[in-house]
Nanobody, 122 residues
């Protein structure tokens, strides 16, 4: 089981930037996939980006492509989400998650962090 702790959320003006971090502990396997998801009030949790732990292959949702970048530092056991050109519609609680094997569906991920709030003001 992987334990995840997110940090880096906050309040930012539209057009600004934030970097989220997700520190992982416990058992991380070579076929682990780490993902970022978000959930806005009254909405379902949605996929943002994923990265493979071993090779670093990435995939981003269309809504964030070109603005957000997922990355990882294996030595620090940390996954990052660099968020640029933030928009008010990016406001949500952002969650880090992990699973073994590729997926972008929130229901497929079994390990979740507690979430970090990101608020973008207009």
């Amino acid at each position: 089981q992987v334990q995840l702790v997110e940090s880096g959320g906050g309040l930012v003006q539209a057009g600004g930037s934030l970097r989220l971090s997700c520190a992982a502990s416990g058992s991380i396997f070579s076929n682990n996939v780490m993902g970022w998801f978000r959930q806005a009030p009254g909405k379902e949790r949605e996929f943002v980006a994923v990265i493979t732990w071993s090779v670093g292959d990435t995939y981003h949702a269309d809504s964030v492509k070109g603005r957000f970048t997922i990355s990882r530092d294996n030595a620090k056991r940390t996954v990052y989400l660099q968020m640029n050109s933030l928009k008010p519609e990016d406001t949500a609680v952002y969650y880090c998650a992990a699973r073994r094997g590729w997926s972008t569906a929130p229901a497929d991920f079994g390990s979740w962090g507690q979430g970090t709030q990101v608020t973008v003001s207009s």
